[in-house]
């Protein structure tokens, strides 16, 4: 009963394949993947799948010796904590998350684990849990992965979910009540799938986008939503119900003005908007498919320093977590009803609370469980950590805890202990870590500054007790660490709280760059590291390691292995990661030198790899096709075979072979394929294991012994190889030995396991044939690093660049040998080395902090240097030793010279031993001087021109009084000083002019500066301070004219600049051109009967070219047919050139045969003759004797009744032709035939000399030759002619076939040319039409054209009498003046029309001569003619001017009324032609849109005739003939028989269609990395466009700021730049100086005056202040008094109440005195 839902649940929905490539709206209703004729079966809610019938486990080949259950699965010690989300709690104290292929659960609280694995076997790519925590999601990875539901806490089996994406899984999400579940693949498809979990069904499915998607989320209030984020965008999904059923529909988010990012987080609220993260750290809030507002904290600070990895809305809080280990909440109204407030975007908002977990934090996800009712979280930490929070923000709120940690990223290094169940491992995250694998827990931690990168476990023949561990770092440095038990520390049994720990014995720096191996030598002398630096260093090992030296290899050290103690000779084998192996000796200590650590001379051997891969495969390739040849031919013979037996003929002439493939040439990479792993096999023969193109083999390489040769340049071959099977893409990178159950373990690339079972001890290709593998780690990033096995090998542990480490038991109970459980103990115990002696009293060792720190050798070689200048200076010492004794005795043989007489002493020049060493030196030293001198003259020069510019401008700029203020700096001792020069120099005397000094220049003076104090004629001070302001103008003058030129010329840079600033629409021709060629040739490969195939202009088809295309196929057929005709004559003439040979041979062999022996002679060759049809031009050549056989068989002809058999013109011609010459009588060959016989039988029969006889004989000898070898000769002409007949026959096939094929295009053409013939009136009509709309469309332009510049000269022609009406008026308003009492008269004559006042005339005289007519009358027409005037005033009269009014002013009034009626006549009509323009252009517009419309109508008409003719062309049939090798659309291997639907496609298109592919793919990769790049420097111009728009404003303000404190206002400073000094202000300034100076003498004696009041009111102040002093004293005394006053008796005091009263008074008066004294002199 259980199969039936199972089989359901396992089918693939026919929907699920379809329509995969297309963006949105691809979906797929549950109804249509339903079949009408029967109905899907629902599985019941209690089924459940077989976990045995699911999971992958592990694959052994048929041969495979060994049980599959070779390893069992026992527990995982890491956590891959770097992939996205790897964190699922299905309960308080169970979490889940992936670990390779399983998805480990894991409790922590007894940190038991139980794992699933994959169902496919190629990684796991997302786990997620059901909202009920009762089910688990496993999507996995793999080709057509599945996604697996497990029950929980039973982990069944519940549901297989299969065909939602083509490769893997990456995200998946429940929906909140746990009905739906949502899922998104990854590339190519990012296929986004909805189903029906339970039923195992597809609800929808859509491609998500075309770029990696990261992550789908249901909507937690409205189901029906989801929203998917990935590289570059967020993308809004909803379910909608259409017509067609349930559809998938999508909304592309756009950022709009906000950088584009990848979206890692978001989270929808209830109200529909979504909040999401971003790479720089701040949220977006989006509505409607927009970017609403970005969110930041006060002071534009983004929300997180770093990208926001997770955002979660619980209990209507928002939260936000960030890679920089940060959680913040958020205020949930504030986000929800933000809006912007300028044009950033950009709301400042401050978070409600906030929990920073340290500094080295990462955090990717968090999750949230109830424990007891109480909310805690549980996230995941990138450093690898798995923390407990409370965010509940209160004063009982729990503080993180660490509930697990592990390392972060790949591991780097493993080993085990060599007599206990440890292990330690490494890896870039500082950390040295000490596992227990009996016990299955971490026992101790160390962290160091830099990361590890290799590690081993010291030997049991280096330390018995099995607890040095030494590890390599990133930094170079190698450090020895000891693990021991605390307990067994004396004084600390008991105190311990931790079961093992871990001491730094010895830290050493050997090399500059990544320690890359270790390794111990086979006897514990030696200790090897290797690192990147391309160097291995060796060290002895004593209580503490000492170095050796070191040696430098080709390349970067990739690993290191002693040879084994079965070898005789302990040597060392250097694996380098660029293809060189390298062999050393263990070096001996004694030898090395003291200046360097570098061993010179140590034996070295080489092998430089060099590749062989291509060569296999080529001779695997030839050997396949002999083989394929011999299969053939012996086909070939069993069928001739069999035709015979059957009776029947057969040719067994062998067909020609078809041309073969050529073999493919042999491929070197170009960089060397990389060294991954090796080992010894023999002594001085290895095993590799290399990656890159030469992988998918084991290579066993041998050291030559030809040292000498320069290793680069070597090129060495392995002697045997090992083909791998299914490695060539996925090498192998680890290899491990188990002894007791001889198997070879490899670790792969793509983290599985493979098991080789070793029979013989060494590997062949047959022992390495079967093998047994599964998969245990991350199939994309989990290389296995590293494989041990335990001491006693009954465990086996990996670890793997995913960041886990698995321990499995090495086959199980029942499988080992009887003997083997005897002997080991059931559990496993560990038993952890005890510390060493007196390590309690040890200091602890000073690590190594410093990354750069010196290494071993960069120290010896500082200490070597520091030796050698010690050493130097010692030698200078003693030197200068010398030289002051040598001083010092010289010193005092010149004392003694100088205490001889003058006449005895010694000249100076006499000590000297020889001048010229003082020259010598004296030249070196100007040699010297010259030398430094050319060294710095550049910088000499260029700080001597920065020091004449800044003169310069100082000189310039310097107009203040420099001199005069050393003085002074106050105001007014300027202004004094100023005075007194000035009337210095007002000095009539002439000494006292010319004793006076000139001021300097840079001062402020009053003279010219080319004023000398000799001239005879002194100008005034005043005139003279005159000249030299105008002199101080005019440099002014020039210095702003300069100014301005300056600004002039950089107005102009800037237009320029501004003017070369593309516009906003600006195309780059080059883009225009791609993309126009990219919308050309975007999409399919479209066929012409396709229903969107358009036609192009150059691709319409018309009789011309039907026509050219005809003639052009009839030439070339023509051409062909030419050229073979030209080789078949050059051929005929070459045979008759061949026959005329033959027969001149011929003759040559009878006459030589004439005088051989008739036994001697060879059969001569047949002389060939010519057919007849081989001279077809032989037919129109005659002769007479053929003219008159002619004429005879015509008369004959004509006799006879019956017609006669055959042409006997033909015949005749033919018996012409090949009647066969007779020998001439005059041959000369016979000739001398004839001579010789009858010679020969006329001479007498004499017996030959024996000389005669060698003769005769040698002559018999070349004649033989001769023959042979002219009928070799003629054989041969005959055998060449045949081929070249034959190769010629081959080509007149081939163009037999090309003229058939020719003659059928041929016919096809002539068959389009009717069709195009028939259909050419149509088109012609339709041609015509089109080409008449579009000539009387041009005519309606230039119409349009010129009537728009006929308005436009119209509309000028207005403008210009509006202006003259306008001056009109000003100037007689200008003739008015002001306060003209006959204004208004004048006015009204201005604005009065012509013809009403020559109505007016008229009625006048009316008047005048019917005098007895009524007024009544002439009323009604006044009122009209003021009507038509424009007026009610009464009627006037404007041909008299009025008394008082001036005639010229009255004249000019009349003059311009008229000027002003011509202006607005002409306006008028002006105005009026403007209107029939306008009229008329906008009749021509109508007419214009109709033509364009009915243009618009033929070009549809015609593309529709076009589409029609093509149709009509596609109707035809073309006959192509294709051979068999042509046909590729087979059906189950064969032929097919309707070709249909099939499609004939030319090679070169379809090779161009599948290299586009690659190339779009190419491009599209590209085109991202472009995109990406592009878009981070869009991102940083803009942070840097806003930064400098910031600097701009800030510049600005503090301008701004600056002018206003200033000058009180903004000015412009250009103008005042360009503001030039006038003289008059300058002697006002002058004045003004005097004035100040009067001014200042007068201040200063009322200062004075001032000084003087001030000392006597403080005179007085002292006064008034000692009275008030005695004041103060007095009622000091006063109120003792009082008080013992008081303290007597009341009788007591009635006599003293009259002394009090005038004590009162007294002290009254005394105080109003003291006011008036104060009020009269204020302090």
């Known amino acids: 009963m259980e199969e039936e839902p199972a089989e359901d649940a396992q089918e693939d929905p026919s929907g699920a394949e379809g329509n995969l490539d297309e963006q949105d709206n691809s979906e797929v209703s549950s109804e249509s993947q339903k079949r009408p004729e029967e109905v899907k079966k629902k599985i019941p809610e209690t089924f459940f799948y077989m976990y045995e019938d699911v999971y992958s486990g592990p694959y052994a080949t048929d041969d495979f010796e060994i049980p599959t259950d070779l390893l069992i699965f026992k527990h995982s010690f890491g956590y891959d904590c770097t992939r996205p989300v790897n964190l699922m709690m299905m309960d308080t104290h169970t979490v889940g998350y992936i670990a390779g292929n399983q998805v480990m659960l894991q409790n922590l609280r007894t940190k038991n684990q139980t794992y699933v694995r994959s169902s496919c076997g190629s990684g796991i790519g997302f786990i997620t849990a059901h909202p009920s925590k009762e089910y688990f999601a496993v999507g996995e990875k793999g080709k057509k992965p599945n996604i697996v539901i497990y029950s929980y806490p039973s982990v069944r089996p519940y549901r297989i979910l299969k065909g939602g994406t083509e490769v893997a899984y990456v995200f998946g999400d429940f929906n909140r009540t746990g009905t739906l579940l949502a899922s998104v693949g990854s590339s190519p498809d990012y296929m986004l799938t909805i189903w029906d979990w339970k039923q195992e069904d597809t609800l929808l499915r859509s491609k998500a986008f075309a770029q990696d998607v990261y992550k789908v989320m249901f909507s937690a209030e409205n189901e029906e939503h989801l929203t998917t984020g990935g590289s570059g965008h967020i993308k809004f999904w909803k379910m909608a119900l259409t017509l067609t059923g349930l559809k998938l529909q999508g909304a592309l988010g756009r950022f709009g003005k906000t950088a584009v990012s990848d979206i890692i987080s978001f989270v929808e609220l209830p109200d529909g908007k979504v909040v999401s993260g971003t790479e720089w750290g701040n949220l977006l809030l989006w509505e409607g498919g927009l970017i609403k507002v970005e969110l930041c904290q006060v002071g534009r600070k983004p929300c997180h320093k770093g990208p926001v990895s997770q955002l979660i809305f619980d209990e209507g809080e928002l939260y936000s977590v960030g890679i920089d280990g940060v959680i913040r909440m958020w205020n949930f109204e504030v986000v929800d009803t933000a809006d912007p407030v300028d044009d950033t975007g950009l709301v400042e908002m401050e978070p409600m609370n906030e929990l920073w977990l340290g500094k080295n934090v990462s955090l990717n996800f968090m999750t949230k469980i109830l424990d007891h009712e109480q909310p805690f979280w549980y996230a995941q930490d990138m450093s690898g950590t798995i923390w407990k929070l409370d965010l509940t923000f209160s004063n009982m709120t729990h503080d993180p805890e660490r509930v697990c940690t592990f390392h972060s990223g790949r591991i780097e290094a493993i080993s085990v202990s060599p007599f206990t169940y440890l292990m330690a491992t490494t890896a870039l995250d500082r950390s040295v870590r000490i596992y227990d694998f009996g016990s299955n827990s971490q026992l101790s931690v160390i962290k160091f500054k830099q990361g590890g990168t290799a590690l081993t476990w010291a030997p049991a023949v280096v330390n018995p007790e099995g607890g040095l561990i030494a590890v390599g770092f990133e930094d170079g440095v190698v450090r020895i660490i000891e693990v021991y038990d605390p307990k067994l520390l004396p004084g600390h049994e008991g105190q311990a709280k931790e079961s093992a720990e871990i001491n730094l014995k010895q830290v050493f720096k050997p090399h500059s760059a990544a320690v890359t191996a270790l390794a111990y030598e086979q006897k514990g002398d030696v200790f090897a590291t290797g690192s990147k630096d391309k160097t291995v260093f060796f060290f002895a090992i004593e209580d503490e390691y000492k170095p050796i030296g070191f040696i430098s290899v080709p390349g970067p050290v990739q690993a290191l292995q002693w040879s084994p103690p079965s070898h005789d000779k302990s040597m060392l084998l250097i694996l380098c990661e660029n293809g060189f192996a390298v062999q050393v000796p263990a070096p001996l200590p004694e030898k090395q030198g003291t200046a360097t650590y570098h061993i010179k001379n140590l034996p070295t051997q080489y092998f430089h790899f060099y590749s062989i891969k291509s060569r296999i495969k080529l001779e695997e390739e030839i050997a396949r096709r002999e083989k394929e040849k011999q299969k053939k031919e012996k086909e070939r013979l069993e069928w001739i075979k069999q035709q015979k037996e059957m009776g029947l003929e057969v040719d067994e002439t062998k067909e020609e072979e078809a041309e073969e493939e050529p073999l493919p040439p042999i491929y070197i990479p170009e960089e060397p394929s990389p060294i991954l792993c090796g080992f010894y096999s023999a002594p001085g023969k290895f095993w590799l294991s290399l990656g890159g193109y030469d992988s998918g083999f084991l290579y066993h390489c041998e050291f030559s012994h030809n040292d000498e040769e320069d290793p680069e340049k070597r090129k060495d071959e392995p002697f045997d190889v090992i083909p791998m099977k299914d490695t060539n893409d996925n090498p192998i990178h680890q290899i491990s030995f188990c002894t007791s159950n001889p198997l070879m373990f490899c670790g792969m690339q793509d983290g599985s396991l493979r098991a080789y079972p070793l029979s013989v001890k060494d590997l062949s290709a047959e022992v390495l044939k079967d093998y047994w593998y599964m998969n245990v780690h991350d199939n994309d990033n989990g290389q296995i690093r590293g494989i041990c096995c335990s001491h006693d090998e009954r465990c086996l542990i990996t670890c793997g660049g995913d960041g886990n480490i698995f321990t499995f038991d090495l086959l199980s109970e029942e499988e080992l040998p009887e003997e083997l459980p005897k002997k080991l103990p059931k559990e496993l115990k560990v038993i952890i080395p005890p510390p060493r002696s007196g390590l309690e009293k040890e200091k602890a060792t000073e690590d190594i902090k410093d990354p750069n720190a010196d290494t071993i050798e960069e120290y010896k070689q500082k200490m070597e240097y520091e030796r050698k200048m010690k050493e130097a200076e010692e030698k200078k010492n003693k030197k200068r030793e010398e030289l002051s004794a040598l001083r010092k005795d010289f010193i005092f043989l010149l004392q003694k010279n100088q205490e001889l007489p003058k006449h005895m002493q010694l000249h100076r020049e006499e000590f000297e031993m020889d001048h010229r060493i003082f020259e010598e030196l004296d030249r070196q030293t100007l040699q010297r001087i010259q030398l430094v001198r050319e060294k710095l003259a550049w910088e000499h020069e260029k700080q001597l021109i920065g020091l004449q510019k800044l003169q310069t401008h100082l000189l310039t700029v310097s107009e203040k009084y420099t001199q005069h203020k050393k003085h002074g700096d106050s105001k007014w001792e300027v202004l004094k000083e100023k005075w007194t020069a000035l009337k210095q120099e007002e000095q009539p005397e002439e000494e006292i002019l010319r004793e006076t000094r000139p001021v300097h220049r840079e001062s402020i003076a009053f003279e010219k500066e080319a004023e000398m104090p000799e001239t005879p004629e002194v100008q005034k001070p005043t005139t003279r301070y005159i000249e030299s302001k105008r002199e101080k103008i005019r440099r002014l003058v020039e210095k702003y004219d300069a100014l301005k030129a300056k600004i002039m010329k950089r107005r102009a840079e800037w237009h320029e600049l501004y003017k070369s600033k593309p516009k906003d629409i600006y195309e780059d021709s080059k883009d225009a051109e791609e993309i126009k060629e990219a919308r050309e040739n975007i999409g399919c490969y479209r066929l012409k009967t396709a229903t969107d195939y358009t036609l192009t202009e150059d691709k319409r088809i018309s009789t011309e070219k039907k026509m050219m295309q005809l003639a052009t196929l009839e030439h070339l057929i023509y051409n062909v047919k030419v050229n073979m005709n030209k080789e078949i004559v050059s051929l005929r003439d070459l045979k008759v050139s061949i026959i005329d040979e033959i027969k001149s041979l011929v003759k040559e062999v009878k006459s030589i045969q004439a005088s051989l022996d008739i036994s001697e002679h060879l059969p001569i060759p047949l002389i060939p003759q010519l057919h007849p049809d081989e001279v077809p031009e032989k037919i129109v050549e005659y002769n007479s004797d053929v003219i008159l056989k002619f004429k005879e068989e015509q008369e004959a002809k004509a006799e006879l009744t019956e017609p006669l058999e055959g042409c006997p013109s033909s015949r005749a011609f033919r018996h012409v032709f090949l009647q066969t010459p007779p020998v001439e009588e005059g041959d000369p060959m016979a000739k001398a035939g004839a001579v010789v016989t009858e010679e020969a039988f006329g001479m007498e029969k004499t017996e030959p000399t024996e000389m005669e006889l060698e003769i005769l004989k040698r002559e018999k000898i070349k004649n033989l030759y001769l023959q042979e070898t002219l009928i070799k000769k003629i054989n041969t002409l005959v055998i060449n002619f045949d081929a070249e007949l034959r190769l010629l026959r081959h080509e007149k096939l081939k163009m037999d076939v090309q003229m058939k094929s020719a003659s059928l295009r041929c016919i096809t053409c002539c068959e389009e040319l009717l069709i195009l013939k028939k259909l050419e009136i149509h088109e012609d009509l339709l041609e015509e039409?089109?080409?008449?709309?579009?000539?009387?469309?041009?005519?309606?332009?230039?119409?349009?054209?010129?009537?728009?510049?006929?308005?436009?000269?119209?509309?000028?022609?207005?403008?210009?009498?509006?202006?003259?009406?306008?001056?009109?008026?000003?100037?007689?308003?200008?003739?008015?003046?002001?306060?003209?009492?006959?204004?208004?008269?004048?006015?009204?004559?201005?604005?009065?029309?012509?013809?009403?006042?020559?109505?007016?005339?008229?009625?006048?005289?009316?008047?005048?001569?019917?005098?007895?007519?009524?007024?009544?009358?002439?009323?009604?027409?006044?009122?009209?003619?003021?009507?038509?005037?424009?007026?009610?005033?009464?009627?006037?009269?404007?041909?008299?001017?009025?008394?008082?009014?001036?005639?010229?002013?009255?004249?000019?009034?009349?003059?311009?009324?008229?000027?002003?009626?011509?202006?607005?006549?002409?306006?008028a009509e002006e105005k009026k032609v403007a209107a029939d323009l306008k009229k008329e252009y906008n009749a021509l517009a109508i007419k214009a849109k109709e033509v364009e419309t009915s243009l618009d109508t033929a070009n549809k008409e015609l593309e529709a005739f076009q589409w029609e003719k093509l149709h009509r062309l596609n109707e035809l049939y073309v006959v192509v003939p294709l051979r068999l090798h042509q046909v590729q659309c087979l059906v189950d291997g064969e032929m097919p028989r309707d070709f249909s639907q099939t499609l004939v496609f030319t090679n070169q298109s379809l090779q161009y269609l599948q290299k586009r592919i690659v190339d779009l793919r190419n491009e599209k990769r590209m085109q991202r990395e472009i995109h990406k790049k592009a878009r981070e420097q869009h991102k940083q111009l803009l942070q840097d466009k806003k930064e400098m728009e910031m600097e701009i404003q800030q510049l600005e303000e503090r301008c701004n700021h600056l002018m206003m404190e200033k000058f009180g206002r903004l000015v412009d400073f250009e103008a005042v730049q360009a503001h030039s000094v006038n003289i008059p202000m300058e002697k006002m300034k002058v004045r003004i100086m005097e004035k100040e100076y009067e001014h200042f003498v007068e201040l200063k004696e009322w200062e004075e005056r001032i000084v003087g009041l001030q000392h006597q009111l403080t005179t007085l102040t002292r006064e008034n202040t000692s009275k008030l002093h005695q004041l103060n004293r007095f009622c000091h005394e006063k109120h003792q008094l009082e008080t013992e006053l008081e303290s007597l008796t009341t009788g007591q005091g009635g006599e003293f109440e009259g002394t009090k009263s005038s004590d009162i008074k007294e002290t009254a008066r005394l105080k109003s005195r003291l006011m008036n004294v104060s009020k009269k002199w204020p302090f």
């Open 1329 to 1467: 039409q089109i080409c008449g709309i579009i000539s009387e469309q041009e005519d309606i332009q230039s119409k349009l054209k010129s009537c728009l510049a006929e308005i436009e000269d119209r509309k000028c022609e207005i403008v210009m009498l509006q202006e003259r009406e306008k001056a009109l008026y000003a100037s007689f308003e200008a003739s008015l003046g002001e306060n003209n009492e006959f204004a208004d008269f004048l006015t009204n004559i201005f604005k009065t029309e012509v013809e009403c006042v020559e109505k007016e005339k008229v009625a006048r005289e009316a008047d005048e001569e019917n005098e007895n007519e009524e007024e009544g009358d002439e009323k009604p027409d006044l009122k009209t003619d003021e009507k038509k005037c424009g007026s009610e005033d009464a009627v006037f009269d404007d041909s008299l001017c009025p008394e008082g009014c001036s005639e010229d002013l009255f004249l000019n009034t009349i003059q311009l009324r008229q000027q002003r009626i011509s202006i607005e006549k002409a306006l």
